[in-house]
């Protein structure tokens, strides 16, 4: 008799832990974005993070799906509330203009949760509790360019280009004026907005009229710098990259890039919805967590110098 | 006789012949990329028609296009092209967010019938400006429109995240370029539980109105006859400088109450980035289409927004169905346009050698009567 | 403001004006012959898709530029037969093609190239003699060929346009299609040429922006510059130096405008911004009184046979 109650019990154990397994599916994320997964900027730094912890997870339990070029806000929203109402467990919404649309859809989908960026508002304050936010701390990240920019120019001058005044760009661009006017209080920047995140002509222009005017050292913001990047490669002026590692795309003049690790935002997020928390936190990216990192270019000056140093090329300290 | 009526409607049906011809194209291209074209098309109509809430979206797509539609029509009749239904919609709606953030207490139907006039007075200023360029300064309406478009980008980006940029984003250190929201008191009523708001009867009610403008008054007489033959009209002692000023106003008019409807009844308040297809959704430019699609008739209009909007709307749900590259959706709306307005050709000689030469003397007539 | 300011600013501005050279003047062909290509824009994108393409797999920038007037000329082919053979209404026709080409070029280079990349393009070549020339030298003679090429362009089209039967012909089509019918002008074959050519310029003034001045592709590489091309056609009136000149305006304010925010003069950027459009209006307004010789079929369909 206790061996047939034994054996009923371990075949529903069994049978209940397998029901568990099962019910445990894969983390489904949904992904919103409003240029294209291969930008070389905003939209392929967060595609690249969602892909990193696929593979870290593995692909039974992690999914992502992504909406790409979804700038016209209205098709973002509807973009949104389609992938909520699929019971996807988060849905990113990567970028600050999808804000007002998450209010209005977020209440309507409790068991979802919803992230978006870059911001400290997670509308806590009107009472909704499953929204995350994030937020690079790009001035870090600026900061570190523009000491070492004020240290390499020669002639004192440094320019950067950007899109329009607000948001990353702009925490950026004054994150490296500080670090620029910290390192030498003498030097310029000389800061130009071009209006537009994808103007590459008019990018590539003030790159040229800003070596005209005697900058020695670029950097900027946005897909569009990729024609600055171009213009500074030709006439040899180093550049600073944001967003990912531009190293490869002009290997002789990129010293350094800030790159956003969005995965130190994302471990901790999924941790949370898994054990229950739908929203309601900030996830800052600094310097200090590793969200914010500065690729050094092997190729390039800090890197070859490092490499002089390991290979003894260059001896120091004795 | 059952066969006479089957060739009569044959030619009818070839923009829906060309739709299917288009479609096929991208089914081959879809096929290449190793996705299963059927299946992909019945997400595009799922995301366009499967639902209440899609179809709800599919309407909000189609009214700033018809908004934006209803001007070309009336521009198009006389005879100037408006390229610039993008500067319009803007103009138009900021004025109506910076009106309706100004008035915060007021009684919500007075925000709204507030805003809505500011911004259709500031998109009839812009396409104002236009005309006043054609009539007075012998400047061309597509360089002035596509000039004023840009114009009216860089300067909403200057308001957004200067003067009317939403304090909040100040104090959060973000600095979005957006405005605060609009009070809730002005939100566009709801037409059911959707994003379907009042903005869609507006649009197809001034249809009609406009209808009525243009076959029913002397001053659209004037306007089309100014569009027919500048000649004629100058013979006939329409100052036709004039009435293509008004065509311009007219139609930037339409075009800014389509943005203030947009703010209103969509997105609550204003923001850019940066270019102005964030908040149109490229409406300025689609409007025309529809407009053309609908035969330059504002009746007409209103299906074809609604189509257009369908096919946007079914295409966005493609691609995240079946992740595709949203360019390739992009493509084929193009290849859509294209072979539609092309296969007009067929339709024009058929109904033509079809259709009996009285009717269209009977036509003229009555315009004559008319004047 | 010293001379090198004012020669870098004019060198910008020619540099700049490159692009809008080849596809306004190619506009103007067409627009001469009673064909609006609204979809200018599109067709550069293919361009200077193509140019890239090529260029980047073969090596071979001549390649990559004959390639890209190749694609514009297919372009113009697709214009012409759905404007001409099929009498579509112009303006829409190229609201599809620009459509048709921006999904197309970001489709194509999404599934060939994928990743933003940099080639080196045409390099910069200085005159011998004429570029030591002071001032006029650093402005005029340091630029890559296609640069050139843009301003020998202008003759180039006046000349065609003015000077030989084929321009003759072109003019006729335009103004009065039933009369140059009537006297053995064959409209459709003389517009099908037409619009082809404006979309092999218009190809090329792509590749001069992805292998010459920008040397890069990305999604929507134009901005819109196309539609630019287009206004000008408008302000010069359709004669090709005064396409030139608008083009030189523009782009010579436009070049100003970068100057005075990297000068870090204290104007917001948005209204420094506005400066080029505002300006270009202002100055055709200001030109009220020109004679302009729109030709007289211009966006109307020809069918042969009636009146």
């Not at chain 3, 190619?26 to 200018?40: F, H």
Request: glycine share 12%; hydrophobic share 50%; charged share 10%.
């Amino acid at each position: 008799m206790n061996k047939v109650l034994a054996g009923f019990v371990l075949v529903a154990l069994i049978i209940s832990s397998m029901a568990i397994i099962g019910l445990a599916d894969a983390f489904k994320v949904a992904f919103v974005t409003p240029s294209t997964i291969n930008d070389s900027a905003w939209s392929q730094s967060m595609y690249d993070a969602l892909v990193t912890i696929q593979n870290e997870m593995g692909k039974d339990n992690f999914q992502f799906v992504y909406s790409e070029n979804m700038y016209v806000i209205s098709d973002a929203a509807a973009a949104i509330r389609d992938y909520a109402s699929q019971g996807y467990n988060l849905v990113i919404a990567h970028g600050s203009q999808y804000g007002g649309s998450l209010v209005d859809i977020a209440p309507d989908f409790p068991n979802t949760a919803f992230a978006w960026g870059s911001t400290a508002n997670t509308f806590s304050d009107q009472g909704i509790t499953n929204i995350f936010s994030y937020q690079p701390y790009s001035e870090q990240g600026g900061y570190v360019n523009g000491v070492l920019a004020a240290k390499l120019s020669e002639t004192g001058m440094m320019g950067v280009i950007g899109p329009i005044e607000t948001g990353d760009a702009k925490r950026y661009t004054e994150g490296f004026q500080a670090g620029v006017m910290a390192t030498d209080p003498d030097a310029k920047v000389s800061v130009t907005w071009t209006g537009s995140y994808s103007d590459v002509s008019l990018s590539a222009e003030t790159a040229r009229t800003m070596i005209k005017a005697g900058a020695d050292v670029l950097t900027g913001t946005s897909q569009m710098v990729i024609g600055a990047i171009g213009v500074a490669k030709k006439e040899g002026a180093i550049w600073f990259g944001y967003d990912v590692d531009q190293a490869p795309l002009a290997p002789e003049i990129v010293v350094s890039s800030v790159v956003v690790d969005w995965t130190v935002a994302l471990r901790p997020m999924i941790a949370a919805i898994q054990s229950g928390t739908m929203g309601g936190k900030v996830y800052d990216l600094t310097l200090a967590n590793g969200g914010l990192k500065i690729a050094v270019n092997a190729e390039g000056l800090v890197g070859k110098t490092i490499q002089a140093i390991i290979n003894g090329d260059i001896v120091v300290g004795e | 006789m059952n066969q006479r009526k089957l060739l009569d409607l044959l030619p009818r049906l070839t923009p829906i012949l060309a739709v299917l011809i288009s479609l096929l194209v991208g089914a081959v291209m879809l096929a290449l990329l190793g996705t299963n074209p059927w299946e992909a098309y019945r997400a595009l109509f799922i995301g366009a028609f499967g639902s209440t809430n899609a179809l709800a979206d599919t309407i909000v797509k189609a009214t700033p296009l018809l908004f934006v539609g209803l001007g070309i029509c009336i521009a198009f009749r006389g005879g100037v092209l408006n390229i610039g239904g993008e500067g319009q919609l803007v103009t138009g709606a900021i004025a109506a967010t910076a009106i309706a953030l100004s008035v915060p207490n007021w009684p919500g139907w007075l925000i709204i019938l507030v805003a809505l006039l500011a911004g259709t007075l500031a998109g009839a200023i812009w396409g104002g400006i236009a005309g006043l360029l054609k009539a007075h300064f012998n400047v061309n309406e597509i360089l002035s429109t596509i000039m004023l478009n840009y114009i009216a980008v860089f300067g909403m980006n200057y308001l957004l995240r200067g003067p009317m940029m939403d304090p909040l984003q100040i104090k959060l250190g973000s600095f979005t370029p957006q405005t605060a929201r609009l009070p809730r008191a002005a939100d566009l009523p709801r037409l059911i539980p959707t994003r379907l708001h009042l903005g869609a009867v507006i649009a197809v009610i001034l249809a009609v109105a406009v209808y009525i403008l243009l076959w029913r008054t002397t001053i659209g007489f004037r306007i089309r006859t100014v569009g027919k033959s500048l000649r004629a009209a100058l013979a006939a002692g329409v100052r036709t400088k004039r009435y293509m000023a008004l065509s311009l106003v007219l139609a930037g008019a339409f075009a800014g109450l389509g943005g203030a409807v947009e703010v209103l009844g969509l997105h609550h308040r204003m923001f850019t980035d940066g270019s102005a297809f964030g908040f149109t959704g490229s409406a300025g430019f689609n409007g025309i289409v529809a407009a053309l699609f609908g035969q330059l008739h504002p009746i007409g209009t209103i299906p074809a927004s609604f189509l257009l909007g369908a096919l946007l709307t079914g295409a966005n749900k493609m691609q995240r169905m079946m992740q595709i590259p949203s360019a390739l959706i992009g493509a084929l709306n193009g290849l859509i346009v294209l072979l539609v307005v092309g296969s007009e050709f067929l339709r024009r000689h058929r109904i033509k050698h079809t259709q009996s030469a009285e009717s269209e003397r009977a036509e003229t007539s009555a315009e004559e009567e008319e004047a | 403001m010293s001379w090198s300011i004012i020669i870098g600013i004019l060198s910008s501005g020619i540099r700049l004006a490159t692009p809008y050279l080849y596809a306004a003047v190619g506009e103007t062909i067409g627009q001469l012959s009673g064909v609006v290509n609204l979809g200018v824009d599109g067709v550069m994108l293919m361009g200077a898709y193509v140019a890239f393409f090529v260029a980047l797999r073969t090596g071979s920038l001549s390649l990559g530029l004959i390639a890209a007037a190749g694609m514009g000329g297919v372009f113009g082919l697709i214009m012409a037969f759905i404007s001409v053979t099929l009498k579509a209404e112009q303006g829409i026709s190229g609201i599809g093609l620009y459509l048709f080409g921006l999904g197309l070029s970001t489709f194509l280079f999404g599934i060939t190239i994928r990743n933003v990349q940099t080639i080196d393009g045409f390099p910069d070549l200085a005159i011998p003699g004429l570029s030591r020339i002071p001032v006029i030298g650093e402005i005029f003679f340091q630029h890559n060929i296609l640069v050139y090429v843009a301003f020998a362009l202008i003759p180039i089209a006046w000349f065609l346009l003015n000077k030989t039967p084929f321009g003759l012909k072109v003019r006729a089509v335009g103004q009065n299609p039933e009369a140059a019918d009537s006297l053995g002008v064959n409209v459709a074959r003389v517009r099908y040429l037409t619009v082809t050519l404006g979309g092999m310029l218009s190809g090329v003034a792509g590749a001069s922006l992805s292998i010459a001045l920008l040397n890069t592709f990305q999604q929507n590489l134009t901005n819109g510059m196309g539609f630019i091309a287009v206004a000008l056609v408008y302000f010069g009136g359709w004669r090709p130096v005064l396409v030139f000149a608008g083009a030189l305006l523009f782009s010579t304010v436009n070049a100003l405008q970068i100057w005075l925010q990297v000068a870090g003069i204290n104007v917001p950027s948005d209204v420094a911004l506005m400066l080029p459009y505002i300006v270009t209006i202002l100055v055709l307004a200001a030109m009220a009184k020109r004679r302009v010789n729109a030709p007289a079929a211009l966006n109307k369909r020809f069918e042969r046979g009636e009146s």
